[in-house]
């Protein structure tokens, strides 16, 4: 009787601990049912009884041509429960997309998780004439700067944030010259700037984006009018203010001349002479470059920013201001930045 139980406790013993073993730690947690175009989702993989001293390892298949947007994934940690999400984008000229293979590896386990398929939807009730592409848990305008383009034209600078979003995607219906840049990607967390130009007399415009928490089409207005004007430093304008001053210095020039001649005081003469010096400092020329044919004309001094256009031939011009390795000129009506290494070599 003994030799039976015996044998039943130690078949029973084997069976559990293959199964314990059998069972794997890895599972995905969350995979959308479907996705929209162009969207930027979320995939979650849930490990269980998570081992901080051993840290699992994550490889996709390199073959498919679909990949996360970053290898590096967010991790959540609950204590022995841990969360590891990855990013992937939706194409735009496909109805489904296939998450590939996952291997999984640690000191203690290797696993693999299969290929998921998910289906793509089309956003439906799309305005063409307000929509900009972007697809966005959350999404805001952190700033608005205003510059001068040139005589009827403003250049504005956006800066944007959004959660899960494809910023990169970002475009106004109806603008000039626009483009995006400086995209910057924290997890979930995206920023970028958006500039476009626009009539000078537009004080006011809006666009839609798709919220995908709350699974509709949200407005935004933008107010050009009282926007500050932040990137100036950019583009240094003559005041008003610089005229006064320069006239009026030359008024008090004159009057410490006058001062001078009336009591022959050494001092007021000193004074004069100072003056004069001011003033033939302020109106001495500018500075000038010389620009070789065919270089490049940028919006902003930016080195991924559009091309306004390129020279025609070589010249030389005033330089109306200088940031890092950019200089600002004025071309044929068009202000716009040339790179140092662009300009004349002699």
């Not at 015996?6 to 013993?13: A, E, P, Q, R, T």
């Not at 999404?139 to 600078?157: G, H, K, Q, W």
């Not at 010249?315 to 044929?332: A, G, R, S, V």
Request: hydrophobic letters at 40%.
């Amino acid at each position: 009787m003994k030799l039976p139980s015996f044998i039943f406790k130690l078949l029973f013993f084997l069976l559990s601990t293959n199964l314990l073993f059998c069972a794997t730690p890895f599972s995905y947690s969350y995979i959308p049912k479907k996705v929209y175009k162009k969207q930027l989702f979320p995939v979650t993989i849930l490990v269980k009884h998570y081992n901080p001293k051993e840290p699992p390892h994550f490889e996709y298949d390199s073959l498919s041509l679909i990949q996360p947007i970053d290898y590096k994934p967010i991790e959540v940690i609950n204590k022995d429960e841990a969360f590891f999400t990855f990013y992937f984008k939706a194409p735009s000229n496909s109805d489904h997309l296939t998450i590939p293979s996952l291997t999984i590896w640690t000191l203690s386990y290797t696993y693999v998780l299969q290929a998921k398929e998910i289906p793509i939807s089309e956003l439906k009730g799309i305005d063409p004439n307000s929509f900009t592409n972007l697809l966005a848990s959350n999404f805001r305008i952190n700033s608005i700067n205003i510059d001068t383009y040139d005589a009827n034209s403003s250049l504005v600078t956006l800066h944007l944030e959004a959660t899960e979003a494809n910023l990169e995607d970002f475009h106004i219906p109806n603008v000039e010259d626009d483009g995006i840049e400086n995209i910057k990607r924290d997890g979930a967390r995206v920023t970028a700037n958006y500039y476009f130009v626009i009539p000078s007399t537009k004080e006011h415009l809006s666009f839609t984006y798709y919220n995908l928490i709350k699974n509709r089409f949200i407005t935004t207005p933008v107010n050009l009018e009282n926007s500050s004007q932040k990137i100036e430093k950019l583009n240094p304008k003559e005041l008003t203010f610089d005229s006064i001053k320069k006239y009026t210095i030359i008024t008090i020039t004159i009057l410490f001349l006058i001062l001078s001649y009336v009591t022959k005081d050494h001092l007021y003469l000193v004074v004069t002479a100072l003056l004069i010096f001011l003033v033939i400092y302020l109106y001495l020329p500018k500075k000038s470059i010389c620009v070789p044919e065919g270089a490049s004309l940028y919006i902003l001094p930016t080195s991924n920013s559009n091309i306004i256009t390129q020279t025609q031939k070589q010249f030389i011009t005033p330089l109306i201001h200088k940031y890092q390795t950019f200089n600002k000129i004025e071309y044929n009506g068009l202000k716009g930045w040339i790179k140092d290494e662009d300009l004349c070599k002699n």
